[in-house]
């Protein structure tokens, strides 16, 4: 076995590691809260942009529906190394691999918290507060790790320019990272302030802005690739 598959199978073995402990977590804070909270009482499970539950649900989905869904993507990172095409470049990617593993099971987790202990009687979360720091954190760590990705069909900005051209996805990425970032962190700040309408529009126009600009600036650069190739021929694994 070469290094670069030892370093993905580490990096699968240590998601997965992580990944139980935050369903432990997870399954201790339903546990915790399916004991206080009374019988019959319905569980908030959706909040609108002020934090306000405005959607209520069984006891079922309130606490336990969130560790499946979690249990469901661990398991479906563990398979991506086995799935993706370019499994080499996935290979090298290990490390922004793991990091963006671990960060999606904790924004999960964090939201799960936040939501199981808000529906106990005499508990009060600030959910946009919570929501908006963890998601912040989570742009952050992506945005760190994103020019560190190689090319391929399962993490990234995956344009038809970027995966037919080394040059624009390395460039894009790295554009991409430096925008997430700064994102991330407006959205940190922003958590500390009591202005939902702005944290909306600041997620919906930040994220929608950064897709137009890394669709627009990896063309630019493709059309300037003199490596670039026609199509997809590129998705074999190099």
Known sequence: M?????????AVQVGAWWSLLILAVMVGFSIWANAR?????????????????DRYGSRFEGLWLMPIITVAVAALFAALPKIEPRRTHLLQSH????????VTLTVLAGIHGAAVVSAVPGQTVDMMM???GLVGLMFIVIGNYMGKIRSNFLMGVRTPWTLTSELSWNKTHRLVGRLFIVLGVAMILLAFFDVPLVMVWLVIGGTIGILIVALVYSYIVWRGDPDKTEGFTAAKDE
């Open 37 to 53: 909270i009374p019988a019959g009482a319905e569980i908030p499970v959706h909040f609108d942009a002020t934090g306000t539950p």
């Open 95 to 102: 490390r922004a691999f793991l990091a963006i593993w671990m």
């Open 2 to 10: 070469n290094d670069e598959a030892q370093d993905i199978r580490r």
């Open 130 to 132: 919570v929501v908006a």
